[in-house]
């Protein structure tokens, strides 16, 4: 009887152990709060937005880590975005995503007296934007090939005379690009006309300005204000027989002509590595450029500009035919 009461109790202390070292399991699984800013809303940073959050909750799945994402937008307004940082720093996330350049910087700004990672998406020029050197701060950067794109130019209209450029003056991302191309035209003995624009309406307006002027064609770089105007500014060039060279495919899909650039899929994804490698105690490594080349054409402003795009394959690998998505 002495030996039976004595397995029971040495069962029952098994089964507490077992119990305990099951709590302690789960009290060890690591979990975290991560934050992805969204500087805007269009095509190109809604796609990096999605790539990031869907490559972070199978990341975390796949390595037994609990995960709370959270998006924010901040309208393309500093002020608002200034508050977002405030906020995830006070509810105690454990790591930010920025999605473009003015985003990077407000949560860069928020964090600097903090040890919270960010871990920036899509930005063109990293150090130009204050954005190297900086403990916990890093990412992937879409730095634009100017003299391809414009060289993509010249290969389909090899007697062009004058080139448009249009962006914003209040976009960090356009400042590189655009001296780049200044000195790529200067070097080639082509004249240029420039119109910038901050507001929808200022968008529109160099837009028709540089379409009365009857430009041969049109360089804006990954500029995220005149994105948003991308429709319209396509319809505008397109309606008056002027291909739009631009620098991201958010562009193109909202009927502009052609880009070189980077996959902004890829570019979401790596950058979701790169967050949980840093949350699980990872070192943060320098930013990343990611691989352009991609050349990607709108078939149907090809077609209304009767414009012959076939030396774009000899220049890429890769040549992606796309149409108009409509909103």
């Known amino acids: 009887m002495k030996k039976f ?18 709590l302690a399991g789960e009290a060890e699984k690591p979990s975290f709060k991560v934050a992805i800013v969204q500087q805007l809303d269009h095509a190109s940073l809604d796609e990096i937005r999605t790539a990031a959050e869907g490559k972070l909750l199978a990341l975390a799945a796949e390595n037994g880590v609990e995960l709370e994402v959270k998006n924010f937008n901040g309208q393309n307004d500093a002020t608002v975005l200034n508050q977002i940082g405030a906020k995830v720093v006070s509810d105690g996330y454990d790591a930010i995503l920025p999605i473009a350049t003015l985003a990077a910087t407000c949560m860069t700004t928020a964090t600097e007296d903090t040890d919270i990672p960010v871990i920036y998406a899509a930005i063109s020029d990293p150090e130009s934007s204050g954005l190297t050197g900086i403990e916990n701060v890093t ?66 307006s160099a837009a028709n300005a540089l379409a009365a002027a009857k430009v041969d064609a049109v360089f804006t770089p990954t500029d995220n204000t005149i994105m948003n105007s991308a429709a319209a500014v396509g319809e505008i060039f397109a309606e008056a027989g002027i291909p ?3 620098g991201a495919d958010s562009f193109v899909t909202a009927g502009c002509f052609a880009t070189c650039g980077v996959n902004y899929t890829d570019l979401g994804t790596y950058t979701a590595d790169m967050a949980l490698e840093i949350l699980q105690g990872g070192a943060v490594p320098t930013f990343h450029v990611m691989d352009g080349g991609i050349i990607t054409v709108n078939t149907e402003t090809a077609a209304q500009l009767d414009i012959d795009y076939a030396p774009f394959f000899d220049m890429a690998n890769t040549v992606k035919e796309i149409t108009t998505t409509e909103e």
């Open 139 to 204: 990412g992937t950067s879409d730095a634009l090939n100017t003299p391809f794109i414009l060289d993509m130019m010249l290969a389909v209209q090899p007697d062009i005379q004058t080139v448009g450029l249009l962006y914003s003056r209040s976009e960090i991302n356009s400042e590189v690009p655009i001296a780049q191309a200044k000195e790529y035209l200067d070097d080639k003995g082509i004249a240029y006309i420039e119109k910038t624009g901050n507001t929808a309406d200022e968008v529109l």
């Open 244 to 246: 739009h060279y631009t």
């Open 5 to 22: 009461i004595s397995l029971i109790l040495a069962a029952a202390m098994a089964l507490s152990v077992f119990a305990v070292s099951a």
